[in-house]
C-alpha cells in the first residue's frame, strides 16, 4: 500500500467520493453509505479527504480504547477558517483548543479531574428532582396546545436549562444562551458546502458576546463562590494550579455547545424514531420500567455524534492496512453501532435490548465525561413525555435533518398531542 500524507478533516469531500459520505442523501439517511463502507470496504481511505474511515464495530471500538490517537483538533479547526483572513480569526482556534474534548495533554488532565468530581453518577443523580421540574414546567406552558413543536419547543430546551442550572447561569439568559450554543455547533458540525468566510466571522462574534457576558460572571464567581460549576473551576486547583479565565469561559461554551447538544438530538430522535416502531412505543408506554434499556437503545439507534475523529500519533495497522503517524482517522460511530457482527438486526429498534455495548458515548480515556447527565436527561425527557402525551402523533412523516453529516440533529419535529 502506499503511503499518505496527512491533511485535514475532509468535511469538503466531493459527494461522489467516499460512498457518498457526504452526499445531501447521506445527510437524510446515512445507513446505506455506511452499510456500503462496511460490506465492501470497511477500512477506507478517501484521496480527496486524505483520512482513514472506520466502519466496522470491532475496529472502532479497539480504536476508542487506543491510547496512541490524539483527539487534537488544531490542524482541523484551522482549516475551517478562510485562509485569506486567518489571523483575523484565530482566536476562534485558540478558544477551542481550549475545550477538553478536543485535548489529550496535561491540560486534559487538569480539567478531566475537576469533571470526573462534578460528573459522578451519584452527583448527576442530585441533579434528578430540578431537572424533573424543569420538564414539568415546561409540559404544563404546552399542555393546554393542540400541538407543538417537540425538538424546537422541548428537547432543544430542557438540556440548556439543566446546563444554565448546573453553570449557575440565569434562566432569563436561555434563548441567548441556546442561540451561541445552535451557531458554535453549526461552526464546529459545518454544513456540507460551507461559506466559511461568513461562518468564521459569525463565530468571531458569537465568541466575543459570550466573553462580555461570561468574563464578569466568572470574575463575581472568584470574589464570591456559589454553589455551581463555575465557582468549581474558579476554586479548582490541579498541581497547585487555577484555571484561567478563558480556560473557565471555553469551559462553559463547550458544555453548552456539546453537552446540550448531544441531548437534544437523543431526545427528539427518540421520539421521532418512537413513531416508526409503534409496537417498541406501546412496549414502552405499558412497561415505564423500561426506559434504562430504551435509552440505550435510542443512543445506539442515532448517534447523535456520527463520529469521532482522531489523528494517529505512531504507526500501526488495521486489517492489513497501514495507519501512518500524523494521519487522521474516522471513527463512524454511526455505522458502528448498526453493524449486524455486533447486533441483533441492527436497523431495528428494539427498547429491551441486552447487552447494548454501543459506541456513541465512546470508550477509554476519551469516553463522555457527560454520559451521565446525558442519560439521565433522556430517561427523564422520554419518560415523563410519554406519561404527559402518551397518544402524540407526528405532523408528517417527512423530516428535515440540519445539512452536516459529522451529527444527526432535526431542524424540526412538529407533534399533534390531542
Known amino acids: 500500500m502506499q503511503p499518505h500524507t496527512k491533511s485535514h478533516v475532509g468535511i469538503f469531500?466531493?459527494?461522489?467520493?467516499?460512498?457518498?459520505?457526504?452526499?445531501?442523501?447521506?445527510?437524510?439517511?446515512?445507513?446505506?453509505?455506511?452499510?456500503r463502507l462496511r460490506e465492501t470496504e470497511p477500512v477506507h481511505w478517501s484521496e480527496r479527504a486524505q483520512a482513514w474511515y472506520f466502519t466496522r464495530y470491532e475496529d472502532v471500538f479497539a480504536l476508542q480504547t487506543r491510547g496512541d490517537l490524539s483527539v487534537d483538533r488544531l490542524e482541523t479547526l484551522y482549516s475551517y477558517l478562510p485562509r485569506a483572513n486567518s489571523e483575523r480569526f484565530s482566536a476562534i482556534v485558540e478558544h477551542y483548543n481550549r475545550w477538553l474534548l478536543y485535548r489529550d495533554d496535561v491540560y486534559h488532565d487538569r480539567l478531566k479531574a475537576l469533571f470526573?468530581?462534578?460528573?459522578t453518577p451519584r452527583a448527576v443523580d442530585q441533579l434528578r428532582p430540578k431537572i424533573e421540574a424543569r420538564v414539568d414546567a415546561l409540559f404544563d406552558s404546552l399542555a393546554e396546545q393542540d400541538g407543538f413543536d417537540a425538538y424546537l419547543d422541548f428537547a432543544a430546551r430542557i438540556p440548556v436549562q439543566v446546563m444554565l442550572d448546573l453553570l449557575g447561569l440565569p434562566q432569563s439568559d436561555e434563548a441567548m444562551v441556546r442561540h451561541w450554543?445552535?451557531?458554535c455547533s453549526n461552526f464546529l458540525f459545518q454544513p456540507v458546502n460551507p461559506d466559511s468566510e461568513a461562518l468564521a466571522e459569525e463565530q468571531r462574534q458569537i465568541l466575543d458576546a459570550q466573553q462580555d457576558y461570561l468574563m464578569p460572571i466568572i470574575a463575581q464567581r472568584r470574589q464570591r463562590p456559589r454553589a455551581d460549576m463555575i465557582s468549581a473551576?474558579?476554586?479548582?486547583t490541579v498541581d497547585g494550579e487555577n484555571l484561567s479565565d478563558l480556560e473557565v469561559l471555553a469551559t462553559c461554551n463547550m458544555m453548552l455547545t456539546a453537552g446540550g447538544g448531544t441531548s437534544r438530538s437523543a431526545i427528539s430522535m427518540a421520539l421521532w424514531r418512537l413513531?416508526?416502531?409503534?409496537?417498541?412505543?406501546?412496549?414502552?408506554?405499558?412497561?415505564?420500567?423500561?426506559?434504562?434499556l430504551a435509552a440505550e437503545e435510542f443512543l445506539r439507534y442515532e448517534a447523535p455524534t456520527q463520529r469521532g475523529i482522531r489523528t494517529a500519533r505512531?504507526?500501526?495497522?488495521?486489517?492489513?492496512?497501514?495507519?501512518?503517524?500524523g494521519q487522521t482517522l474516522?471513527?463512524?460511530?454511526?455505522?458502528?453501532n448498526r453493524d449486524p457482527a455486533q447486533f441483533e438486526a441492527p436497523d431495528e429498534l428494539r427498547v429491551t435490548r441486552n447487552p447494548n455495548r454501543h459506541v456513541t458515548l465512546g470508550h477509554g480515556v476519551h469516553y463522555c465525561l457527560g454520559a451521565s447527565l446525558a442519560r439521565m436527561e433522556l430517561r427523564i425527557a422520554v419518560s415523563k413525555f410519554l406519561a404527559r402525551f402518551p397518544n402524540y402523533r407526528l405532523v408528517s412523516d417527512k423530516v428535515v435533518f440540519m445539512n452536516r453529516t459529522a451529527s444527526r440533529r432535526l431542524e424540526a419535529?412538529?407533534?399533534m398531542t390531542q
Not at 470526573?116 to 460528573?119: I, P, R
Not at 416502531?277 to 426506559?291: C, G, R, T, V, Y
Request: net charge negative.
Open 13 to 35: 469531500d466531493d459527494p461522489r467520493e467516499s460512498y457518498g459520505i457526504f452526499s445531501a442523501e447521506a445527510v437524510q439517511n446515512p445507513y446505506p453509505v455506511y452499510q
Open 116 to 119: 470526573m468530581k462534578a460528573m
Open 181 to 183: 450554543s445552535d451557531r
Open 233 to 236: 473551576m474558579v476554586q479548582a
Open 275 to 292: 413513531q416508526q416502531f409503534p409496537d417498541q412505543l406501546e412496549k414502552l408506554k405499558a412497561d415505564p420500567s423500561l426506559i434504562n
Open 314 to 325: 505512531t504507526g500501526f495497522e488495521v486489517d492489513g492496512h497501514r495507519i501512518e503517524a
Open 330 to 336: 474516522h471513527l463512524m460511530l454511526g455505522a458502528a
Open 413 to 415: 419535529l412538529p407533534i
